[in-house]
């Protein structure tokens, strides 16, 4: 089992940042990638950023050279970091755990960005 706890949405400007983190626990040493999500509504729910265990990172076309996922392995913790922001990067972020071979969801966070 491994338990994801997401926070640091709200409401921004256009042109604004936030950072997004998710701290893992649980059999972490099962998770062989991570990954934040978004959804917004009437859409279907879709990868933002991933990084696997060995570092292997990619992005959603739309979000590459704005944001930037990382992690601190000493502290269970992956991190999105959105600049730039647009409206339509407006939704219900989610990190995700990859293990094989269960995936595992946080609860979201939501993230507002106004024009």
């Known amino acids: 089992q491994v338990q994801l706890v997401e926070s640091g949405g709200g409401l921004v400007q256009a042109g604004g940042s936030l950072r997004l983190s998710c701290t893992y626990s649980?059999?972490?040493?099962?998770?062989?990638?991570m990954g934040w999500y978004r959804q917004s509504p009437g859409k279907q729910r879709e990868l933002v950023a991933r990084i696997t265990k060995a570092g292997t990172i990619n992005y959603v076309d739309s979000v590459k050279g704005r944001f930037t996922i990382s992690r601190d392995n000493a502290k269970n913790t992956v991190y999105l970091q959105m600049n730039s922001l647009k409206p339509e990067d407006t939704a219900v972020y989610y990190c995700r755990g990859d293990t094989y071979p269960e995936i595992y969801w946080g609860q979201g966070t939501q993230v507002t960005v106004s024009s």
């Open positions: 649980g059999s972490i040493f099962s998770i062989y990638a």
